[in-house]
């Protein structure tokens, strides 16, 4: 038995939190060893296609009234307009606006919401989104998120690489997040994809991401089918880590009807906006053909019985 595993033994069973009933993804949350209070918060709804991971900052309870209502947000506009950046600028406002708010109160997130075969994925902060991919070893694992933080800044600048990143005295100060700032407007990023066969998307607060080596990840992912076992061992390997930090994980299976084969999985907001458009537009064009038909053949029955009228 892990270390990890010899010390989850001996805390409450109810600090790790799951989520029941679900088909194809699996969640989980816990405090890790060294937090009294668990400021992570996730949801999801499977039928709706939506899954969020929001990390809280602040301490005590303003870090976690933040992720709660970051969260809660998404699951009002998942039952309303679908919306998820609004939502999220929203719950900046509210943060922003709460009289029990602080200047350091706030939270990051990472959205994924699924809309047919594409997914998209909506951050701020450095909670992030992954994609497994197989293959004949242990499959592909890239990164489709990228954070908003001051390391990510120096590395993008080029004045430090990954392993300088990895252990930057640094690497936890977020350059952007909901709330914490009185900066009234929120800028939200978004990328979007389409879905293969066979993939697996993991969505993490840093607790996971701070502490548990891609390597690692990719091998619990490849070497375990179900979903929930995948999740207890990303958390178990980070609380082996020494559970530092909240750990929030949720790993979601591909979508049964997404294709086997793709040619071109990587779509830019901007061109999945557009190729929308042009669906739309074709089904407009339809739309007014078959109307053209119909009222054609209209005319030709009428002229065709109009002598026997006569």
Not at 41 to 53: L, R, S
Not at 130 to 149: A, I
Request: hydrophobic fraction near 35%; glycine fraction near 8%.
């Amino acid at each position: 038995m892990s270390e990890a595993k010899v010390r989850e033994v001996s805390r409450q069973s109810e600090v790790v939190q799951r989520t029941p009933g679900t088909i194809r993804s699996a969640g989980s949350t816990h405090p890790g060893y060294r937090r009294e209070q668990n400021e992570d918060a996730y949801w999801a709804d499977e039928q709706k296609g939506i899954w969020v991971v929001a990390d809280g900052l602040g301490g005590h309870h303003a870090g976690e009234l933040a992720s709660k209502t970051v969260v809660e947000e998404i699951a009002q506009s998942a039952s309303t307009d679908r919306h998820y950046e609004r939502a999220l600028q929203k719950a900046h406002a509210l943060l922003l606006g709460d009289e029990h708010s602080t200047a350091n109160m706030g939270s990051t997130a990472v959205v994924l919401a699924e809309e047919g075969d594409y997914f998209h994925i909506y951050w701020v902060g450095d909670s992030r989104a992954y994609l497994w991919t197989p293959n004949e070893q242990n499959g592909e694992f890239s990164q489709l998120t990228s954070d908003h933080s001051y390391v990510q800044m120096l590395m993008d600048s080029g004045a430090i690489n990954s392993e300088e990143a990895a252990n930057h005295p640094n690497r936890h100060v977020i350059t952007r997040c909901i709330g914490g700032s009185t900066n009234p407007k929120l800028e939200v990023d978004r990328v979007s994809y389409r879905w293969a066969a066979g993939q697996k998307l993991l969505l993490c607060s840093d607790g996971l991401s701070s502490e548990v080596a891609n390597e690692k990840i990719t091998r619990i992912i490849a070497e375990n089918t179900d979903n929930q076992r995948i999740v207890d061992l990303l958390i178990s390997a980070a609380l082996d880590a020494g559970g530092k930090d909240n750990i929030t994980v949720q790993i979601i299976d591909a979508p049964p009807q997404a294709p086997t084969f793709i040619t071109n999985p990587n779509i830019l907001p901007e061109d999945f906006d557009q190729a929308r458009e042009v669906e739309a537009n074709k089904k407009k064009i339809w739309q007014i053909l078959s109307a053209l038909l119909i009222a054609a053949g209209t005319i030709v029955t009428l002229a065709i019985g109009l002598p026997h009228l006569m």
